[in-house]
């Protein structure tokens, strides 16, 4: 693919409809409004909204629709890829996985969620690495970081079996409830063993 002046892939990928992913046992496809039930009720969870670096708690109502129709207008843009994560055997939507586009650099934040009745199964790892291989494969991306709260164990998990690294912490990067918090970055780089 060609990156004339830092800009996203040409021809490009977003201006048809969002791409659909599927694993064994997922299906990463578009959010639509009728997804907004199972969002809301999802990270509506503290459980879930506490480890996010961004989902507000209390969840605010209508914030789900909000929510969506953000997914498909940034698609569109080609700044922020976000894919609603489906158990292929529920049919429900259990998730999300985002990657927002920094395309002068080749490179990508990813950032997930998933409810909290789908953890322990292995989704996020699935998910996270289909949209890893998609984002290396046929975006072209470089490199994809991702940060995760300091204790968030379950996370990092997740992202060692993704095969990214730990590279540091940021001390004090980020206020959530109104307290400076640390964060760990990690990354991984399109050459990085699969």
């Known amino acids: 693919m060609c990156y ?51 989902i507000p708690h209390p969840y605010p109502p209508g ?12 698609w569109s843009a080609g700044t922020v890829a976000t894919w ?12 999300a996985v985002m990657l927002r586009f920094a395309w002068p650099h080749r490179r990508a934040e990813i950032g997930y969620w998933i409810a909290r009745a789908a953890w322990g199964r292995g989704i996020a790892t699935e998910a996270v690495r289909v949209v890893l291989e998609y984002g290396f494969d046929r975006l072209g991306l470089h490199r994809v970081e ?5 204790g968030n164990e379950a996370s990092g998990r997740v992202l060692t079996k993704a095969g990214f690294r730990d590279e540091g912490v940021l001390r004090g990067a980020l206020v959530r409830d109104g307290i400076a918090r640390d964060v760990i970055i990690s990354g991984r780089l399109r050459d990085d063993p699969r």
Do not use: C, K, N, Y
């Open 4 to 54: 004339a002046h830092g800009m996203r892939p040409s021809p490009s990928p977003f201006a048809g409809p969002m791409p659909v992913l599927s694993t064994d046992q997922l299906v990463l496809r578009a959010f639509v409004a009728s997804d907004a039930v199972a969002v809301e009720a999802a990270v509506s969870d503290a459980a879930v909204a506490e480890q996010t670096l961004s």
């Open 63 to 74: 914030a789900a629709d909000d929510f969506i129709a953000a997914t498909q207008r940034e």
């Open 84 to 95: 609603a994560v489906v158990q292929q055997d529920v049919g429900a939507v259990v998730g």
């Open 146 to 150: 991702a940060r995760r709260w300091v």
